[in-house]
């Protein structure tokens, strides 16, 4: 066979190794190749360490929704195979039991519309999966029983409460309006669900060969997990704030006890802040957990903590690390915990043993978004040391890696080596500089081009974060990838605000956002039109979310981008805190205190205030059913310009929350309504 025709026939077939064809010759990232990537998540390494179960995410192109199968692996990388991915279901949360023989997961049953997720199990010896429970809302926080023969979880439970106005019944056969929905509480809504019933989350336990679920918890109380059983298997751990203006305290919780005999309840930590994600040593005399005393700052780190069952006797871990630790595990011999944090655009698992300094022990825990290159993913671990995470770099999204203590990790899947060896991809470079506000280091990511060419100039795109208290790092990207691929150097930075740095670093932006970031990201702009690479008179911004914020903001501040792409934007910070789904948090943490108490402070830094600057062509994006950044905003920013003649585009996303690219298409939508309102203004005069 030519060789001509033999590549041809392993591109169409997915099986070309990288090199098989000149890099040169191969297309760049196409809108549809969306659909085409795939993603690892929530490795859940078994008991001996001999498997990994993990759910393979993939993009439906017919149903045009992310869809997470439950796949195994063995730790030797053989016997990568499907438990459970029938085409009409969705399946997340595996866990296993504490023998190995089991694993219990949340499906979804895709042909049953309306009903809930249930819980499944699944035998490893057969094969065979049976469903556990028959409920009306979908089950969260699965946890095993010490013994196997229990589930624990929790789930949502309707208040009951009287109608306000009982009204009179209409007539047979009439059509009356719906009557009207009366809220009453603080929080009434949330981005992503909508307007909310009058509920709260219960911790029920299930027996573990089916039956009715029975809840340990009650009240007009949110008790949520994760989950941890006593040692014995009779009393549940979960974190709450049982106060009764619980709402109004988004950072207070405290760890409760629940005896299974009789629903007793006991409260385990006492203090003004948040404590949460308890988890027992293996003996079961120890008790770890995660919280931190609430100074009011806008970023606060978890701390680890290791006491008596009872919340006695206790004391910090890692004290050391300014970071925000996450996702605690205890090891097999009760010795120390290993988990999870951010550290200067990586994620990096470590190790804190009882006594003595954290030790690093894994790093670049891949991020489980396509879109763009935040943080996330997840690890579990063995008795024997054995760690199983989700492992990304700028090159690949997560794939399932395993790792014993010292040693390097191994890779055990690769679910997009075929297609991308099909595609010319963006390459991605970590430099630094010093900011020229106070000499900081500041990181930041350059991505060039497919066929990059040193002697070109290339118009260059600042994407920014959101958060503003986030990260970006040196993982997989599909939207900077596709800006990219269309002939865009791509810049993004992590300025002063951003997390993995250490709380001070974070914390300069405490009740001063938008602040100085904005020069950081500048400082990295000039260094790349300094660099040569980079036409000075071809640059564009965009952002999300808190970078929406910082693309407003930026266009108040300079006319020296060429157009501008806000997305979900806040625009004016005192209605955005009275119309986001979240106004205790901002309104408490963000700022100083009420907006009609500090209206000056909040209108200083709102980018609606400064408009009367902006030249900058620029296009407002937002979901309708955003309700963390509500439409609102960026409506005010769009008529705004509009009444001062500047050119601007308001594009409305129906169905969209504030994860505005939940749906495949939407990213597709996204990053092409993006890059054609810049290729608009690639050749008009920018305005001075």
């Given at each position: 066979m030519p060789r001509s025709i033999l590549v041809l026939f392993l591109l169409l077939t997915g099986l070309a190794a990288p090199g098989s064809a000149r890099a040169e010759e191969l297309?760049?990232?196409?809108?549809?190749?969306?659909f085409q990537f795939q993603y690892a998540s929530d490795p859940q390494i078994s008991p001996d360490g001999t498997q990994v179960a993990y759910l393979r995410n993939f993009m439906d192109v017919y149903r045009d929704r992310k869809r997470s199968h439950l796949w195994i692996v063995n730790s030797d990388g053989t016997g990568h195979q499907p438990l459970l991915a029938r085409e009409d279901c969705?399946?997340?949360?595996?866990?296993?039991?504490?023998?190995?023989?089991?694993?219990?997961?949340?499906?979804?049953?895709?042909?049953?519309?309306?009903?809930?997720?249930?819980?499944?199990?699944?035998?490893?010896?057969?094969?065979?999966?049976?469903?556990?429970?028959?409920?009306?809302?979908?089950?969260?926080?699965?946890?095993?029983?010490?013994?196997?023969t229990r589930l624990a979880c929790t789930m949502p439970?309707?208040?009951?409460?009287?109608?306000?106005?009982?009204?009179?019944?209409?007539?047979?056969?009439?059509?009356?309006?719906?009557?009207?929905?009366?809220?009453?509480?603080?929080?009434?809504?949330?981005?992503?669900?909508?307007?909310?019933?009058?509920?709260?989350?219960?911790?029920?336990?299930?027996?573990?060969?089916?039956?009715?679920?029975?809840?340990?918890?009650?009240?007009?109380?949110?008790?949520?997990?994760?989950?941890?059983?006593?040692?014995d298997g009779q009393a549940v751990y979960f974190s709450a704030n049982r106060d009764s203006h619980a709402d109004l305290a988004p950072e207070q919780s405290d760890l409760y006890r629940v005896n299974l005999a009789d629903g007793q309840l006991?409260?385990?930590?006492?203090?003004?802040?948040?404590?949460?994600?308890?988890?027992?040593?293996?003996?079961?005399?120890?008790?770890?957990?995660?919280?931190?005393?609430?100074?009011?700052?806008?970023?606060?780190?978890?701390?680890?903590?290791v006491a008596q069952p009872d919340g006695s006797q206790r004391r910090e871990l890692a004290s050391g690390l300014d970071r925000d630790i996450q996702s605690p595990v205890w090891s097999a011999d009760g010795k120390g915990l290993y988990f999870q944090y951010d550290d200067r655009g990586t994620t990096k698992i470590g190790y804190a043993p009882l006594a003595g300094d954290v030790q690093p022990l894994a790093d670049?825990?891949?991020?489980?978004?396509?879109?763009?290159?935040?943080?996330?993913?997840?690890?579990?671990?063995?008795?024997?040391?054995?760690?199983?995470?989700?492992?990304?770099?700028?090159?690949?999204?997560?794939?399932?890696?395993?790792?014993?203590?010292?040693?390097k990790p191994v890779r055990l899947t690769r679910l997009n080596d075929a297609f991308l060896a099909q595609r010319q991809m963006a390459t991605t470079e970590l430099t630094s500089l010093k900011s020229s506000v106070d000499n900081q280091e500041i990181q930041y990511w350059v991505v060039r081009p497919p066929g990059f060419d040193p002697q070109k100039k290339y118009p260059l795109i600042l994407e920014i974060h959101g958060g503003p208290f986030a990260n970006y790092g040196s993982r997989f990207s599909l939207e900077i990838q596709h800006y990219a691929a269309a002939g865009y150097i791509v810049v993004y930075v992590n300025p002063r605000g951003s997390t993995g740095y250490g709380e001070k670093f974070a914390n300069e932006l405490h009740h001063a956002y938008p602040g100085r970031d904005y020069d950081d990201m500048?400082?990295?702009?000039?260094?790349?039109?300094?660099?040569?690479?980079?036409?000075?008179d071809q640059l564009y911004v965009t952002g999300g979310s808190g970078g929406g914020i910082m693309t407003a903001w930026t266009v108040t501040q300079t006319n020296r981008f060429r157009a501008a792409a806000a997305v979900k934007p806040a625009i004016n910070w005192y209605s955005f805190a009275l119309t986001t789904d979240i106004s205790p948090?901002?309104?408490?943490?963000?700022?100083?205190?009420?907006?009609?108490?500090?209206?000056?402070?909040?209108?200083?830094?709102?980018?609606?205030?400064?408009?009367?600057?902006?030249?900058?062509p620029t296009m407002l994006m937002t979901g309708i059913d955003d309700y963390r950044t509500p439409i609102s905003e960026a409506e005010q920013f769009y008529q705004a310009l509009q009444l001062r003649r500047v050119d601007t585009m308001l594009v409305r996303v129906p169905g969209a929350s504030h994860n505005i690219v939940a749906r495949p298409s939407r990213l597709i939508m996204k990053v092409s309504y993006i890059l054609k309102w810049f290729e608009q203004h690639r050749d008009t005069p920018r305005a001075r």
């Open positions: 297309p760049v990232l196409q809108p549809m190749d969306v969705d399946v997340s949360q595996p866990r296993w039991s504490p023998d190995g023989t089991r694993i219990a997961c949340v499906l979804k049953d895709l042909a049953s519309e309306g009903e809930p997720a249930q819980i499944h199990c699944v035998w490893l010896n057969s094969g065979q999966s049976a469903r556990l429970t028959r409920t009306e809302r979908t089950p969260d926080n699965l946890t095993w029983s010490p013994d196997g439970v309707p208040d009951k409460s009287e109608p306000f106005v009982k009204l009179p019944t209409p007539p047979e056969g009439a059509t009356w309006a719906d009557a009207p929905q009366v809220i009453r509480g603080v929080r009434y809504r949330a981005d992503g669900q909508g307007y909310l019933e009058e509920a709260h989350q219960q911790v029920f336990v299930i027996p573990a060969e089916a039956g009715s679920p029975r809840a340990l918890t009650s009240g007009r109380f949110d008790h949520r997990g994760p989950l941890a059983w006593a040692a006991t409260q385990i930590t006492r203090r003004t802040g948040a404590d949460h994600t308890p988890v027992f040593s293996p003996d079961g005399r120890l008790l770890a957990w995660l919280g931190f005393d609430d100074r009011h700052l806008s970023e606060q780190h978890a701390h680890l903590y670049e825990i891949g991020g489980v978004s396509l879109g763009r290159p935040y943080p996330g993913g997840s690890f579990s671990a063995t008795g024997n040391g054995l760690l199983a995470f989700t492992w990304s770099t700028p090159d690949h999204p997560a794939d399932v890696a395993l790792q014993e203590r010292g040693q500048m400082d990295a702009v000039d260094a790349l039109v300094a660099s040569g690479q980079v036409d000075a948090y901002f309104t408490q943490y963000w700022f100083p205190g009420a907006p009609w108490k500090h209206a000056e402070h909040y209108l200083k830094l709102s980018p609606i205030t400064h408009v009367e600057n902006v030249t900058t």
